[in-house]
C-alpha cells in the first residue's frame, strides 16, 4: 500500500508568484484534504477535495485553489504570493467509505515566499 | 467549530506510562474526539479516536469522561520515538471530516 506522497520538498517563490504543489494520495483513498502549517503553529485546514470538488474551505482567500483528478490525486495552487504564505504545506487523504475517520498526511511541502 | 485546550508541554521518562490531557467543554453530541500527534520533520499521524466509551489500539489508549467535557490520551510505555506534538481534536461527521488543530501539546521523552 502506497503512503501519501507530495512534491516538491522543498520550493522558494517570490512575492507575486505563483506556485502549484502536487499531492498523491494513499491506494484506495478518494478524498484529499489541504492544511498550511506555519512555524511552530499547529496545521489549519484550507480546503477537501472529494469525487473532484470542493467539499468544504477554510478561511482563506480565493487565491488559494486546488483541483482533484480521477485518480484522486490532486494540486494546491496559490496565486499572488504573499510573504505569510510561508509555511509547510500539507495534505492528507482518506476514504469516505471508512466515514472518514482517519486522515493520511504526507511529509508536506516546504513553501518559503521571500 | 468546537475547541479543545491542552497544555503546552509536557515531559516523561522513557517506559513509563503518559497521560496526556484535553479539556473541550463545548463539544457537540455529534463531535469525535480525535487524537493525531506529528513527530518532528513529518505530516501529523492518526493516533486513535474515540465518540464515548473508552477505545484502545496497538498505539495507545483514549479515555473520555462521562460526560464528554475531557479526555486523556494513554501511552502505555514511552519511548524516545513518541516524542512528538500530540493534538486533541474534535471532528464533527457533518462537516466533511475537516480537522481543526490546535496548539497541541509538545511531549519530550527524557531517556
Known amino acids: 500500500e502506497t503512503g501519501v506522497t507530495q512534491s516538491p520538498t522543498h520550493l522558494i517563490k517570490t512575492r507575486g508568484q505563483q506556485v502549484t504543489l502536487r499531492c498523491s494520495s494513499q491506494?484506495?483513498?478518494?478524498?484529499v484534504s489541504w492544511y498550511q502549517q506555519a512555524l511552530g503553529q499547529g496545521p489549519q485546514f484550507i480546503f477537501q477535495y472529494y469525487r473532484e470538488e470542493e467539499n468544504g474551505r477554510g478561511n482563506f482567500p480565493p487565491r488559494f485553489s486546488g483541483l482533484q483528478f480521477p485518480n484522486y490525486s490532486s494540486e494546491l495552487n496559490v496565486n499572488a504570493l504573499e510573504l505569510d504564505d510561508s509555511a509547510l504545506y500539507l495534505c492528507a487523504s482518506s476514504s469516505r467509505d471508512r466515514g472518514l475517520s482517519e486522515q493520511y498526511f504526507g511529509p508536506g511541502t516546504r513553501l518559503t515566499v521571500t | 467549530d468546537a475547541k479543545t485546550t491542552q497544555p503546552n508541554s509536557m515531559e516523561s521518562n522513557e517506559e513509563e506510562p503518559v497521560h496526556l490531557p484535553c479539556n473541550h467543554s463545548t463539544i457537540s453530541g455529534t463531535d469525535y474526539i480525535h487524537w493525531y500527534r506529528q513527530l518532528p520533520s513529518q505530516g501529523p499521524e492518526y493516533v486513535i479516536h474515540g465518540l464515548t466509551s473508552n477505545v484502545n489500539n496497538r498505539m495507545a489508549s483514549l479515555a473520555i469522561a462521562e460526560d464528554r467535557k475531557s479526555s486523556t490520551l494513554i501511552l502505555h510505555r514511552a519511548t524516545l520515538r513518541d516524542a512528538a506534538v500530540y493534538y486533541c481534536?474534535?471532528?464533527?461527521?457533518?462537516?466533511?471530516?475537516?480537522?481543526?488543530f490546535g496548539q497541541g501539546t509538545e511531549l519530550s521523552v527524557k531517556p
Open positions: 491506494s484506495g483513498h478518494n478524498t
Open positions: 481534536i474534535l471532528r464533527d461527521n457533518n462537516q466533511g471530516g475537516k480537522l481543526i
